[in-house]
Nanobody, 121 residues
Framework: QVHLMESGGGLVQPGGSLRLSCVAS????????MGWYRQPPGKERELVAT???????NYADSMKGRFIISRDNALNTVNLQMNSLKPEDTAVYYC???????????????WGQGTQVTVSS
């Protein structure tokens, strides 16, 4: 019932930009905490950025100043604008939601399927 659908991944040259989007369904989006995480090849999953239901953002140090997380509650969408991309940004990027399905539900953690971002010349 809960689905997080990611789009926008792909191949990009160093210094380029990509915009990832995640459309959520089956959750109370406006009250959900949303985030982006990534997992480089052979490494652990790491935080990229989060955004609260009130719009407050947080970024990992390596992404600060290059990446921007935003949300559009009318579209149930969270976005990640990635600029000045580096080869070390290559990873599978995951959309995350901390959300309730309805007003009677408990808050649970949901993950998207992941989308590949490859930065290479």
């Amino acid at each position: 019932q809960v689905h997080l659908m990611e789009s926008g991944g792909g191949l990009v040259q160093p210094g380029g930009s990509l915009r990832l989007s995640c459309v959520a369904s089956g959750i109370m989006f406006s009250s959900a905490a949303m985030g982006w995480y990534r997992q480089p090849p052979g490494k652990e999953r790491e935080l990229v950025a989060t955004i609260t239901s009130e719009g407050r953002t947080n970024y990992a140090d390596s992404m600060k100043g290059r990446f921007i997380i935003s949300r559009d509650n009318a579209l149930n969408t969270v976005n990640l604008q990635m600029n000045s991309l580096k080869p070390e940004d290559t990873a599978v990027y995951y959309c995350n939601a901390g959300a309730r399905r309805n007003r009677f539900d408990v808050k649970r953690n949901y993950w998207g399927q992941g989308t590949q971002v490859t930065v290479s010349s």
